[in-house]
Nanobody, 122 residues
Framework: QVQLVESGGGLVQAGGSLRLSCAASGRPLSSYVMGWFRQAPGKERDFVAAINWNGGRTMYEDSAKGRFTISRDNAENMVYLQMNSLKPVDTAVYYC???????????????WGQGTQVTVSS
């Protein structure tokens, strides 16, 4: 099993930036595809970005393309989500997830963190 802990959320003005971090423990992070998801109040949990085992491939949902960057450091067991040009619609709880398949569906991920709140003010 792997345990995931997110950090780096907070309150930021529109146009600002945040860098989310996800620390993994229990098993080497290199064993997993890593993803970021988000859930706004009253909405379903949506895919944001994913990165494959060695960081050589990444994918993003359309609104994140060009603004967000997912990266990983397997030696440090860390995954990051750099978010730039933030908008109020990006307000949500952001979750880090680990899985075995390089896919967007949340059911493809087996392990989840507790989430970190991101609030973007207008």
């Amino acid at each position: 099993q792997v345990q995931l802990v997110e950090s780096g959320g907070g309150l930021v003005q529109a146009g600002g930036s945040l860098r989310l971090s996800c620390a993994a423990s229990g098993r080497p992070l290199s064993s997993y595809v890593m993803g970021w998801f988000r859930q706004a109040p009253g909405k379903e949990r949506d895919f944001v970005a994913a990165i494959n085992w060695n960081g050589g491939r990444t994918m993003y949902e359309d609104s994140a393309k060009g603004r967000f960057t997912i990266s990983r450091d397997n030696a440090e067991n860390m995954v990051y989500l750099q978010m730039n040009s933030l908008k109020p619609v990006d307000t949500a709880v952001y979750y880090c997830a680990a899985g075995s398949y390089y896919l967007q569906g949340s059911t493809s991920y087996d392990y989840w963190g507790q989430g970190t709140q991101v609030t973007v003010s207008s």
